[in-house]
């Protein structure tokens, strides 16, 4: 049944034309590795890079390690289309941090892939030597990096017993990694007791019902822990740089997965004051300042439902109290809110209803996002009063429903009862920018963190229970041959009768390997503390019976760690510490208070002086005045010229990609197509022109796949920038070639005869290209179409004219080179 399913959905995709992400990698390994075109792709590949740097390689699944090894196959194979070049495959990953699992990543593969690659080298170290005694052989190095600069020793060392007391097979290792050494000053780790539920307890039954009272008040205690550090009533101190006190933008709270208590945690922070950003990712529809202005939009599309115009009036848009709802929504039976509340004569409700009926006239004629910019902006002020009421953090989803309404009238008729069904049916996320939030305590993920670090981190719910593993898949492999790239066939939930046999074994292996990755989450979540690390949690009504939680918590494995016995805490109640902190600021370490108002520094009454001026721009095309023998042509005829040289420039450009074959045809298509204004014999004078300088000898190299066309060159050369666009440019290690073209009626015939306004241009360029390409030859010269003739400009005269680039400078103006 998984299978089909699976099968299924791939052709639902194909019908429609659609491709995920894991289609991409798949396709572009085939591509590379499997295709008729593979070979010619990889060599043409080959050409262009001789660096591979793989980053996070322990979250590189099989499939991306297939496009790897397709890039890097020809590393291996003698010379290849580079030479004797150098070439390195840079591979940077750690095991311990492979957290995605749930993408298909496994450090497996990086093992597996390291041994091939070593695999490789051995290999062609030993046809290397039987080929060629003198080649330049590969080598290889495996370094293991275990100092830390980011994070204390005492951290460290809490983290290197962490992996001892687990062991190393807990992570998915086979050896045990190498210790951890990091910044020699002091660091902190502490456990705190957690924070017990119990089945009678009164806050369960309070108007919060809908969040564990346990987690609540372990969001509460985590708020104002924190507000105390930032504070200067308990404030914490950090040593790393200048030694100072924590302020809201040094602390980083985690928890395992992204639910209420995050959003709890936000929450709990900004009602004591501490400058918060918003949970890091959470689904556009989940916010309550989104569900508010939802509640004003189904109001608006449909006064009668009753629920939307109930949530309504509780939100910070209205802005009823529960006394004011239970005071003037009860009615009879069968009749409908909005017919209660419009026949309501008390003032509450008239003006309430003034306002709703304000909104309803807007909305039958504005669009989704402009009603919703009116709710926010116009009288209402719906954005002051969520911000005001849910803190900052706030703006972020308005802004996203706002670009979700723009979204939807960019691709749709813009209706409300539209733009209502389409975000009902809608999977839109928001994620935040975490390295924005600057100043603000960060509330997110382990998973989100990676990557990032915070002087304090603390884990706020410690004491879950591991996670059950994703959907079972089982390789769609019906004759026992794939590999680890199959494609993965999706498995219902069974029953403990049906599984059995294969889905019985993948299920045991998927069991292990989703252990191994808890305890690597643990891993990754203790390292991004930088000085200080506190471990938290609650226990619900059935772990409180307990008094523990579960074995299996990283609450539970990392209890025994700590030593000393524990200490009593004025919110936590105990707590148990590992490191030392840092100690008190005292003297000059405490900034000094300021009892007026100190002196401006001497250079705030200094006058600035005058402003050196910026380096002139110099166009090459426009380095004089042309002084050619061509007489002034009437206006007209100069504009039909001057599109003819235009149009020969960009046949120019474009016709060395094509084959010999192809290229008249495709150039008579192009200039019907541009051109279609000249006449037919004028277009042909054009493409024969153009294709007499293509077929000439002497300038294949000057037309080969190696060269560029229309390259723009910018370079500073003595105090003056130049700067256009040279025609054609071929670089080597040793030369580089600059050409113009020149579509001039009468062509020189020698180099004598050549425009000085022609000659100082390619100076120019060749200045430029002297300081862009310095240690190797510049050669210029100029190609005439009219004769197909290529005039090289020697470095001598190339030098004299070099020097009166500045002479005129002032009246040089940047022109686009043509």
Do not use: C
């Not at 209420?260 to 945690?265: F, P």
């Amino acid at each position: 049944m998984g299978r089909s399913f699976a099968l299924r959905w791939e052709e639902a995709k194909a019908r429609e034309g659609f491709l995920d992400f894991d289609d991409l990698i798949r396709k572009a390994a085939t591509l590379l590795g499997k295709s008729e075109a593979s070979d010619w792709i990889r060599y043409k590949l080959d050409r262009s890079f001789d660096h591979v740097l793989i980053d996070e390689a322990q979250d590189t699944n099989s499939a991306q390690w297939d496009i790897v090894f397709a890039l890097i196959d020809d590393f291996f194979a003698g010379e290849g289309a580079r030479g004797d070049r150098v070439r390195t495959i840079f591979t940077v990953g750690d095991y311990k941090q492979a957290i995605f699992g749930f993408q298909g990543t496994s450090p497996d593969n990086f093992e597996r892939a390291k041994q091939k690659v070593k695999a490789r080298i051995d290999d062609a170290k030993a046809n290397a030597g039987e080929l060629r005694e003198n080649r330049r052989l590969p080598t290889w190095n495996d370094l293991d990096l275990g100092r830390s600069y980011r994070t204390s020793l005492p951290v460290l060392d809490f983290v290197n017993r962490v992996i001892e007391t687990l062991g190393y097979g807990a992570f998915g290792l086979n050896k045990a990694p190498a210790d951890h050494v990091g910044a020699d000053r002091p660091g902190l780790v502490a456990l705190w007791d957690p924070v017990m539920g119990a089945a009678d307890d009164p806050d369960e039954e309070d108007d919060r019902d809908w969040l564990p009272a346990h987690d609540t008040r372990l969001a509460e205690k985590i708020a104002e822990q924190v507000r105390r550090w930032v504070s200067e009533e308990e404030p914490f101190v950090l040593e790393k740089g200048k030694r100072r006190h924590a302020s809201a933008g040094d602390i980083m709270v985690l928890v395992r997965r992204r639910k209420d208590l995050a959003a709890q945690i936000v929450a709990k922070l900004h009602a004591k004051g501490v400058a918060v950003a918003g949970v890091d990712r959470l689904r556009l529809g989940a916010p309550l300042v989104v569900k508010d202005l939802m509640a004003a939009l189904r109001f608006a599309a449909q006064p009668l439902d009753d629920l939307s115009l109930a949530n309504l009036l509780a939100s910070p848009l209205i802005g009823w109290t529960q006394d004011d709802l239970l005071e003037y929504v009860p009615r009879d039976p069968g009749k409908r809110l909005w017919d209660h509340l419009r026949k309501h004569e008390a003032p509450r409700v008239e003006e309430t209803i003034t306002k709703l009926r304000e909104l309803l006239a807007r909305a039958d004629f504005e669009t989704p996002q402009t009603l919703l910019a009116w709710l926010l902006t116009g009288p209402w002020q719906a954005r002051r009063a969520l911000a005001a009421r849910l803190g900052r953090e706030a703006n972020d989803p308005i802004d996203e429903l706002l670009n979700a309404a723009f979204a939807f009238e960019a691709a749709h008729t813009p209706s409300l009862a539209g733009f209502i069904e389409w975000f009902d049916a809608g999977e839109g996320e928001l994620k935040r920018d975490a390295d924005e939030a600057t100043g603000q305590v960060r509330v997110m993920t382990v998973h989100g963190s990676k990557g990032l670090q915070a002087p304090i981190v603390i884990l706020a719910d410690a004491t879950g229970e591991p996670g059950q593993g994703g959907a079972l898949e089982l390789a769609d492999d019906p004759i026992g041959n794939a590999g680890d790239g199959a494609r993965k066939v999706p498995l219902p939930s069974l029953s403990k009768d049906e599984r059995v046999g294969p889905v019985r074994l993948a299920e045991e292996k998927a069991s292990v390997a989703q252990m191994q990755e808890h305890w690597r989450l643990l891993y990754v979540a203790m390292t991004r503390a930088e000085e200080a690390l506190f471990i938290g949690g609650s226990l619900g009504p059935r772990q409180a019976k307990k008094g523990e939680p579960h074995e299996d918590s990283w609450y539970a494995r990392l209890a025994p760690v700590f030593d000393a016995p524990p200490q009593q805490d004025s919110i936590w109640g105990e707590r148990r510490e590992w490191g030392v902190r840092a100690d008190p600021l005292v003297g000059s370490d405490t900034p000094a208070a300021t009892t007026g108002t100190e002196p401006l520094p001497m250079w705030a009454t200094k006058p600035i002086g005058p402003e050196p001026r910026p380096p002139k721009p110099l166009a090459p095309s426009s380095a004089a005045e042309d002084q050619s023998a061509d007489p002034p042509l009437a206006p007209e005829i100069a504009a039909i010229a001057a599109r003819r040289g235009t149009l020969m420039h960009r046949l120019l450009e474009r016709l060395p990609d094509l084959a010999v074959a192809e290229r008249e045809a495709a150039a008579r298509s192009w200039l019907a197509r541009q051109a279609g204004d000249l006449d037919e014999k004028t277009r042909e004078e054009i493409l024969s022109s153009s294709l007499a300088v293509l077929v000439e000898p002497g300038f294949a190299e000057l037309f080969s796949a190696d060269a560029l066309a229309e390259v723009p060159l910018a370079a500073q050369v003595d105090g003056i920038v130049v700067a256009g666009t040279a025609d054609r440019l071929h670089v080597t290690e040793e030369v580089v070639t600059v050409v113009d073209f020149k579509t001039t009626r009468r062509p020189p015939e020698s180099l004598d005869d050549i425009p000085r306004a022609t000659l100082r241009q390619m100076a120019a360029y060749a200045s430029a290209l002297e300081a862009i390409y310095p240690g190797r030859e510049v050669r210029a010269a100029v190609l005439y179409t009219q004769n197909t003739k290529l005039i090289e400009i020697p470095k001598v005269t190339l030098a004299d004219h070099k020097r009166s680039l500045g002479e005129t400078q002032d009246n040089y103006a940047p022109l686009a080179l043509e």
